[in-house]
């Protein structure tokens, strides 16, 4: 509960808009008790039987959070990852880096099948 604690300190202060932590399933109900006692909303996703990641913060990170929920976040597209990077507030360098590196990645499977075209686009100055 400690690192809940902290990030709950963090986000009060303003220094990130979304915060994501794991817990253990049998520290669901007071980790919601504690969220709501601090006025914050909140989203649970299963990992395991055993784990949920909580997210909470800022509503419109939550918006966009509820829209890949369901997947796991290993699973999570190049620009899903991305953005979760971003409202996390890890560092911005590091999260191109990992963009660029997941693209290459996931274009090559891409590549590995057949029936999947990829769209074109143009960048016009």
């Avoid at 601090?38 to 990992?47: C, K, M, P, R, T």
């Avoid at 929920?69 to 991305?82: A, H, N, Q, Y």
């Avoid at 590091?94 to 963009?99: H, V």
Wanted: proline share 2%.
């Amino acid at each position: 509960m400690k690192v809940l604690a902290h990030l709950i300190y963090e986000y009060s202060k303003g220094l990130r808009s979304l915060a994501l932590h794991t817990i253990q399933s049998s520290e669901k109900e007071a980790t919601a008790e504690r969220l709501r006692s601090h006025g914050l909303n909140y989203i649970f996703q299963q990992v395991n039987p055993n784990k949920y990641n909580v997210f909470f913060g800022d509503d419109n990170c939550l918006e966009i959070v509820k829209t890949f929920v369901e997947k796991r976040i290993t699973d999570l597209s190049p620009e899903e990852d991305f953005i979760l990077g971003v409202m996390l507030g890890y560092d911005r360098k590091q999260q191109f880096e990992r963009y660029l590196d997941r693209v290459k990645k996931y274009n090559n499977k891409v590549h590995k099948l057949d029936y999947i075209q990829k769209p074109s686009f143009h960048l016009y100055n």
